[in-house]
């Protein structure tokens, strides 16, 4: 159930239509706030209620999680180095090849060798090479696209023959401007693929009218209606219910001689007898002898109360 307004009454109490209503409550939002950007940014040059403006929006509520690791091959720094060299000399003897040396009686002879080197070098370099480690959590309801469309009313100028007013449109060069404004006011994005549109055309003054009448709310004037019917109420009820039947009461009792008092009545049993016994008939008495006896006046009006 929604109101003239588009509004959400009523919700289900399924949480995925309670989601949706949500996501649509914000959707709603976010139109009625691109509106009203639209309309504060016109109204001062084009007049009041002379430019409309409806936005739709389409709102993407996923929810995404990204986790990037980035290496830089140019910022790497060597963290270790480790270099090792190893350094060996040999030297050995051996006879003359051949047959004559190894003929008996003959004495041998033997070659001494150059001596040798070996050389064994190794290196181990470590490097660190720079990392970043970004966690991206893309928040939910990001505007995915936006179209927005603007009618603006032409101007009314008085015809120099009979003073009557006449329509004259905007131009070309005014519509351009406007949609430009709009743009920049909105935040249009050529990337998302957002589209404004601006027109303009004659708009009817009784539609015109009838809007506004409708744009009055009465509702805030019930609730301060209600609670002072509700104190102008309850104050005839106690007249009605109460002090009514009170002087009717007090209109209706007979006139009672006070006896002489003696010497040894005590107060208590003075006030308890002019209790009993107002000697008044009119209302003038009445109120005379309330004044003058307001404790007197009270304890009757208790009694009263009791007995009924």
């Known amino acids: 159930m929604i109101d003239q307004k588009g509004n959400i009454l009523t919700t289900r109490e399924d949480p995925l239509s309670a989601l949706n209503n949500t996501q649509t409550e914000y959707r709603q939002g976010l139109e009625r706030e691109i509106e009203k950007r639209v309309l504060s940014i016109l109204e001062p040059v084009v007049g009041k209620n002379n430019v409309k403006a ?6 993407d509520f996923t929810r995404k999680e990204e986790t990037l690791e980035q290496y830089d091959p140019d910022g790497q720094v060597v963290r270790s180095r480790r270099k090792l060299t190893e350094h060996k000399l040999t030297a050995s003897q051996g006879g003359v090849p051949g047959v004559q040396s190894n003929l008996p ?14 050389t064994k070098e190794s290196e181990t370099v470590n490097y660190e090479v720079s990392k970043v480690v970004s966690h991206i959590v893309r928040p939910t309801g990001s505007i995915k696209r936006m179209t927005v469309a603007v009618l603006v009313n032409g101007e009314y100028v008085k015809d120099k023959k009979d003073g009557t007013p006449k329509y004259v449109a905007r131009t070309e060069e005014d519509l351009r401007k406007y949609g430009d404004i709009v743009r920049r006011a909105v935040g249009f ?15 009817k003054q009784e539609e015109a009218v009838t809007e506004e009448a409708a744009g009055i709310d009465f509702s805030r004037y019930i609730l301060p209606a209600a609670r002072y019917g509700t104190i102008v109420l309850l104050a005839l009820l106690g007249i009605i219910f109460l002090v009514r039947p009170l002087m009717r009461y007090l ?14 009545q005590s107060p208590a049993s003075e006030i308890e007898g002019d209790i009993h016994r107002p000697a008044l008939s009119k209302n003038d008495g009445v109120l005379e002898w309330a004044e003058k006896n307001p404790e007197q006046a009270a304890s009757l009006i208790r009694k009263w109360v009791e007995e009924e």
Do not use: H, Y
Request: glycine share 8%; charged share 40%; no cysteine.
């Open 105 to 118: 009686g003959k004495k041998k002879r033997t070659r001494r060798k150059d001596r040798g080197s070996i």
């Open 54 to 59: 409806r936005a739709s929006v389409t709102v």
């Open 189 to 203: 994005s050529g990337e998302r693929g957002d589209e404004i549109k601006v027109l303009n055309m004659p708009f």
């Open 251 to 264: 209109r209706e009792q007979p006139v009672l001689p006070r006896p002489a008092q003696s010497r040894s």
